[in-house]
């Protein structure tokens, strides 16, 4: 069993904000963060995915079919969107990048043929990102 991690890159803009609470609450919490016109991110997401190796091509799976499913169910849905109006999982859940990690494990859980889904790396900066492991970790 071998472990092979693909990155891509997306822009999103994004708002903290829980309905539950007053607006005050909202700012103590959140800062800056909850001002509802939103701020942007340039994300970098690791997909880290494990199984053997296969012993004609060498690839743990087929790397161009990989970055195409990253595309598909994530990059072409959260790429220059304002996830809280834009992404259905975040009009009730508040996009944090744990939250966002979790997400996207949904998304492509179950989807890349020959291999398992082994973590979800997302980077909101350079130093702030959190790690899925799937719902069973």
């Known amino acids: 069993m071998i472990l092979l991690t693909r ?8 708002f903290y904000w829980n309905d539950a609470w007053t607006e005050a609450e ?4 959140f800062g800056k963060c909850s001002n509802r016109q939103g701020h ?18 060498g690839f743990v ?3 161009k079919e990989l970055k ?11 790429d220059h969107r304002h996830l809280n109006h834009e992404v259905p999982e ?7 990048t744990e939250n966002m990690a979790i997400a996207i494990w949904r998304r492509l859980d179950g989807k890349i043929p020959g291999a398992k889904l082994h973590r979800v790396r997302v980077y909101e900066m350079a130093d702030l990102f959190a790690d899925f492991y799937g719902e069973g970790a």
């Open 7 to 14: 990155k891509a890159d997306f822009s999103s803009a994004h």
């Open 68 to 78: 195409d499913i990253m595309e598909r169910e994530v990059v072409s849905v959260y």
């Open 26 to 29: 909202n700012e103590r919490v």
């Open 90 to 96: 975040f009009k009730t859940v508040v996009p944090t």
């Open 61 to 63: 799976v087929d790397l």
């Open 40 to 57: 942007g991110h340039n994300y970098t997401l690791e997909v880290t995915v494990q199984g053997a190796i296969d012993p004609v091509s």
